[in-house]
């Protein structure tokens, strides 16, 4: 299990989800490790100045050459990756399954429509991935992510144009592995979490979410120590 995150200025919320994760970890006997802003060094510079240094971009890419560093050392049977503002809150049955050669997170994002009607939208995310030697996936998704950045114009990249954006659009294509247990939170469903409501918004689901990712990048819609200490009591999933 491998995580990065900066090691200055963290805010408290952060902090509890890495400790979340950490001890879940550590509970399953999973090797950990932890590294700070020296993950992005591993992106090229041309990559970085094409992006303009805008972190989640270089972090999407950043995080997979780490993972296939990781298993050319040897030694494992699969390394998984979880973003530092995910927490896992119901760690109970919780564990990394790769039924294949990887796998990713899946979200059901609950939001308004330009109607003001609540709507869920399924997305494949990689704030949780895990993938096995040898994986034909990890090498293309590298390369298609340096060669998307190289073509694109850098003043209209979205922050989810090489993460979240380019793995649901090849999963309605080819079909990723994915787990649902390993979800997100939106800022309405957050809203409505911390009105006490549960999971079942959502609709039917193949599974309830254990670990969501709380969206460091919506710190202005969300309630993040709120939301912490409201999740807690989903110790079943949500």
Known sequence: MIQSFRTHNVPHWIARCVESVTRWAKHLGYRYEFVDDALLER???WYREKVRAKTPLVTDLARLLWIREKLAQGGVD????LDADTLVFA??????EVVGSCVFGYEYWLQQNRH???VVRNNVHN?????????PVLPF???SIEKLVSKIDPDFIAPQFV??????S???TVGFNVDPRFGAVSPDLSERVLGGHDGSILGERVSKMRAANLCLTLSDEIEHELLISNLQRFDSGL
Do not use: M, Q, S
């Open 170 to 172: 090849l999963h309605n």
């Open 91 to 96: 760690p109970n049955d919780l564990e990394i």
């Open 116 to 118: 003001g009607k609540l």
């Open 141 to 143: 998704l590298i390369e």
């Open 78 to 81: 699969v390394v998984a990756w």
């Open 163 to 168: 993460g979240p954006k380019l793995l649901t």
């Open 127 to 135: 704030a949780y991935c895990a993938f096995r030697p040898n994986c």
């Open 43 to 45: 992106v090229p510079d």
